[in-house]
């Protein structure tokens, strides 16, 4: 039997919370990764009120679901971001164009992640850090490198108090590496985990679409921070480039046919999941494969039921002999 399997809700979390169980369950998943926003779970509310939690428990019970991890990603962007209008379409419509208010509100929410996971029964928390250093991915004008350590420190002194909370809560922390936040390649993140080589409760959530485009192989990322990888994404992503596009996006949206590459549906794309499942039996991996589905160009209750056959399909485990055993002498 291969490993847990998952649905990440964050862009199904406009459906009612027992819709998306239904659906889940009917699509073939073991539980979910929950969004903390839309019609998921509020995060003060998780808090303030046990009776909210045992809903949600019962909801799931009724469904033959658990929660495995909880989402933060929106949330957790809000914390190393400053002063970015797009961070208004995150954070309560009452703290618009209010960056102090924002980032207390972010920090204040992802402190009451780790409550809630803890409380809910789940022991990993997904999302981003934010960056106070994407804007400078380009050097030019010129950046030094005290510019980017203290980039990276910020990101440390911001994050320090909210993993005491996590500590405290016996709850892990998994960054998902990714364009926008501080560690979004190799060696970003290599460089974000030597800075958090103390705090054991801040790792990785693997995905691998985030990668692929970039020209990394994501099964040697995967192989080489294995003992921080806490939760694992499966996800696709498509290059196509022409000659006419490129890997930057020109800012032409999502899922349109002339960007140079986009996220797709398990399967439908290059990442070489074959692979990743090789690694993960190497390295002993026994979480959960969380599927976050996105792919502009189908619809996503047909995607994510093929996506969840995918999974299934290509979760084998790894041999408990060697091949050849049954011809030695």
């Not at 991890?69 to 809000?78: F, P, R």
């Not at 789940?122 to 850090?129: A, D, I, S, Y």
């Amino acid at each position: 039997m291969g490993r847990l399997l998952t649905l990440m809700t964050c862009q199904w979390a406009d459906l009612e919370m027992e819709t998306m169980c239904r659906k889940a369950k009917a699509m073939g998943y073991d539980g979910l990764e929950l969004a903390c926003w839309g019609n998921h779970l509020n995060l003060k509310r998780a808090v303030d009120d046990d009776r909210y939690i045992e809903d949600i428990k019962k909801l799931l019970n009724k469904y033959g679901l658990k929660v495995y991890a909880l989402a933060t990603h929106i949330i957790g962007q809000c914390v190393g971001d400053y002063n970015d209008p797009r961070l208004n379409n995150f954070a309560p419509a009452e703290l618009a164009d209010n960056p102090e208010a924002i980032r207390k509100w972010a920090v204040t929410n992802m402190k009451y992640a780790a409550i809630a996971a803890k409380k809910l029964g789940c022991k990993v928390v997904t999302g981003f850090t934010g960056s106070p250093i994407w804007k400078y991915m380009y050097s030019f004008p010129q950046t030094t490198e005290a510019v980017i350590e203290a980039g990276y420190q910020e990101i440390y002194d911001l994050w320090s108090p909210i993993l005491d909370v996590f500590k405290e809560s016996g709850i892990q922390f998994a960054l998902e590496v990714h364009p926008a936040e501080i560690a979004f390649d190799y060696y970003s993140t290599k460089r974000l985990l030597e800075k958090f080589a103390d705090r054991p409760e801040f790792g990785l959530n693997f995905d691998p679409s985030h990668l692929i485009w970039q020209g990394l192989k994501p099964e040697l990322f995967l192989m080489d921070f294995a003992d921080r990888v806490y939760h694992v994404h499966m996800k696709d992503a498509a290059v196509t480039l022409d000659g006419r596009n490129g890997l930057l996006g020109s800012h032409v949206d999502f899922g349109e046919l002339n960007r140079g590459w986009n996220f797709r549906s398990l399967g439908h794309g290059d990442v070489d999941f074959e692979s990743i499942i090789r690694v993960l039996n190497k390295v002993g991996y026994k979480g959960p494969l969380s599927v976050e589905w996105e792919d502009s160009g189908m619809e996503r209750e047909y995607g994510a039921a093929e996506a969840a056959a995918f999974v299934r399909k290509i979760d084998f485990e790894a041999s408990n002999i060697k091949f050849d055993e049954a011809i030695a002498n």
